[in-house]
C-alpha cells in the first residue's frame, strides 16, 4: 500500500519567512501529487496539484512545489509566509485510480 | 463552483446507535469519498466509490459501511456507532485523474 510522510508535524514562524514543507511517499510508479490547505474552521481546499509536465508546480497565493521523481519527493514552498498562511497543509497522493492517500498534516503557525 | 454538502455539521450520537452521514455533490462526479480526520493522523480513507453501486474499501472501513444509490449521494453509515468513532468525517468528489473537492465536514460525537 501506498503511504505519504510529512515531515513536519507543527511548524512556527515570522511573517515574511520562507516555508518549506517536505511531502514523501512510497510507491513508485506514476502518482499524481497534491497539496490542500485548511484554514481554521473552513473546508479543505486544493493549493497545488502535479500530473505530468514541467517538475515545478505554481499555485495559489503564491505557494509552489517541486517534484523529484528520484527522491519521491513533492515539498511545498512558499518565499515569503504572511499571518493568513496559518493552516493545515496535507500532502495527497493519487495513482492511476480513484484513491487518494493523505499524510499526517503539518500544522502552520506564522506569527504577526 | 462544485458543491460537496455533507447534511449535518455537528452531531451528537449515543453508544450503540446505528448512524447516517449524508454527502450530495452537485458536479455529476464518478468517484466519491468518505474520510476520518483525527488530530495527528491526517485523513484516513474509510470507503470509496466509483460509480453507482459500486464501492471499494479504503484504509479503515471496519465498524462502517456506505450506500450509492444515486450518482450525487453517497451515505456513510455507522451500523453501531462507539466512542472510538468520534472524529471529524469529510466527504469528497472527484473525477477520475483530477483533485478531490471536500466537503465542510461533520463532527460526530459518540456519548
Known amino acids: 500500500a501506498q503511504s505519504v510522510s510529512q515531515h513536519n508535524h507543527h511548524v512556527i514562524l515570522s511573517e515574511a519567512a520562507s516555508l518549506e514543507l517536505g511531502c514523501n511517499y512510497s510507491y513508485g510508479g506514476t502518482v499524481n501529487l497534491f497539496w490542500y490547505v485548511q484554514y481554521p474552521g473552513q473546508h479543505l481546499q486544493l493549493l497545488l496539484k502535479y500530473f505530468s509536465g514541467d517538475p515545478l508546480v505554481k499555485g495559489i497565493k503564491g505557494f509552489e512545489a517541486e517534484f523529484i521523481k528520484s527522491k519521491f519527493s513533492f515539498n511545498l514552498r512558499k518565499p515569503s509566509v504572511q499571518w493568513s498562511d496559518t493552516a493545515e497543509y496535507f500532502c495527497a497522493v493519487s495513482l492511476n485510480d480513484y484513491k487518494l492517500s493523505f499524510g499526517a498534516g503539518t500544522t502552520v503557525t506564522v506569527r504577526a | 463552483d462544485v458543491k460537496v454538502t455533507q447534511s449535518s455539521r455537528y452531531l451528537v450520537k449515543r453508544t450503540g446507535e446505528k448512524v447516517f452521514l449524508e454527502c450530495v455533490q452537485d458536479m455529476d462526479h464518478e468517484n466519491m469519498f468518505w474520510y476520518r480526520q483525527d488530530p495527528g493522523l491526517g485523513l484516513r480513507l474509510i470507503y470509496f466509490?466509483?460509480?453507482?453501486?459500486?464501492?471499494e474499501k479504503g484504509d479503515i472501513p471496519e465498524g462502517y459501511s456506505v450506500s450509492r444509490e444515486k450518482k450525487e449521494r453517497f451515505s456513510l453509515i455507522l451500523e453501531s456507532a462507539s466512542t472510538n468513532q468520534t472524529s471529524m468525517y469529510l466527504c469528497?468528489?472527484?473525477?477520475?485523474?483530477?483533485?478531490?473537492?471536500f466537503g465542510q465536514g461533520t463532527r460526530l460525537t459518540v456519548v
Open positions: 466509490s466509483y460509480d453507482v453501486k459500486m464501492k
Open positions: 469528497a468528489s472527484s473525477y477520475t485523474n483530477t483533485e478531490a473537492f
